[in-house]
């Protein structure tokens, strides 16, 4: 059985921010995680809580824990098996930074959700750090890390796997202007947090690192604290992180007498 932690991070603030009583959720690419279990929480305030994951083993993980609380749904975040309006409130926590169509997943939002419906979505923010995320350190650092991952596995048993170079792998960092670029005239932001700087993403690539090579348990539980902290001031522009909640505008009708 899972243990689940208790929630932290971008996972904290987004719970904050859900109203108890919500008919129907949405919660895109959720999983359990380091950082808390968002499905297992969700099912206290929300009456019906759906689960969409494009992985069997996150939608597997998730089911053992806490069994028939949540519908589990295998698909694509842009092309989601459900009709219009279907959901009062969608959650996407770092999610379109992974897509390869990000407009199209919005489109899907747009579309599934009822009018006066609430989205919150987590993504990188283009802050002053960006180039230190992990994933795209990895790509644009590609010869340097993997020499270091190959010296460290000097002193290691087994052998680290050494990946080939992936540029699809790479994380989009958005402002908050390109957030409202997405969402167009059909939302309006009502909440935006904008967190962590350098300890953030700096303690995120230790925090790879030592967990490709299975070691210093201790260090890792202190790197993720020193991101659970981090986040949690706000840096405006600088920031490395943001987290937005946005209303679905209702249409009004003009009667003509």
């Known amino acids: 059985m899972f243990d689940t932690p208790k929630l932290?991070?971008?996972?904290?603030?987004?719970?904050?921010?859900?109203?108890?009583?919500?008919?129907?959720?949405?919660?895109?690419?959720g999983e359990l995680s380091e950082?808390?279990?968002?499905?297992?929480?969700?099912?206290?305030?929300?009456?019906?809580?759906?689960?969409?994951?494009i992985e069997k083993g996150s939608l597997g993980a998730i089911k053992k824990t806490i069994g028939r609380k949540v519908h589990l749904i295998l698909a694509d975040a842009q092309n989601l098996p459900f009709v219009e309006a279907s959901f009062d409130l969608i959650i996407m926590?770092?999610?379109?930074?992974?897509?390869?169509?990000?407009?199209?997943?919005?489109?899907?939002?747009?579309?599934?959700?009822?009018?006066?419906?609430?989205?919150?979505?987590?993504v990188p923010h283009r802050g002053i750090f960006t180039?230190?995320?992990?994933?795209?350190?990895?790509?644009?650092?590609?010869?340097?890390y993997n020499t270091f991952l190959k010296m460290i596995s000097i002193f290691k048993r087994n052998r680290i796997e050494i990946h080939k170079r992936n540029i699809s792998l790479r994380h989009r960092h958005y402002t908050l202007k390109e957030l409202e670029l997405l969402l167009l005239d059909e939302f309006t932001i009502k909440k935006v947090w904008r967190g962590g700087c350098?300890?953030?993403?700096?303690?995120?690539?230790?925090?790879?690192i030592l967990e490709k090579?299975?070691?210093?348990?201790?260090?890792?539980?202190?790197?993720?604290?020193?991101?659970?902290?981090?986040?949690?001031?706000?840096?405006?522009?600088?920031?490395?992180n943001m987290v937005i909640f946005a209303k679905k505008k209702t249409s009004s009708l003009k009667i003509e007498l």
């Open 213 to 240: 090579i299975n070691f210093f348990f201790f260090i890792q539980k202190l790197m993720r604290m020193f991101m659970n902290i981090d986040f949690m001031i706000p840096y405006g522009r600088l920031s490395y």
């Open 35 to 53: 950082i808390g279990h968002l499905p297992g929480e969700l099912v206290k305030k929300c009456k019906q809580v759906y689960v969409v994951n």
């Open 131 to 144: 180039f230190l995320d992990p994933m795209n350190v990895k790509v644009d650092f590609y010869s340097i």
């Open 93 to 122: 926590n770092d999610v379109i930074e992974h897509l390869s169509d990000d407009k199209s997943a919005f489109r899907e939002l747009k579309r599934l959700l009822i009018p006066g419906g609430v989205i919150i979505i987590s």
């Open 8 to 29: 932290k991070d971008r996972l904290k603030k987004t719970y904050e921010w859900v109203d108890s009583g919500v008919n129907r959720a949405l919660d895109l690419g």
């Open 198 to 208: 350098l300890l953030y993403p700096f303690s995120n690539l230790i925090l790879n």
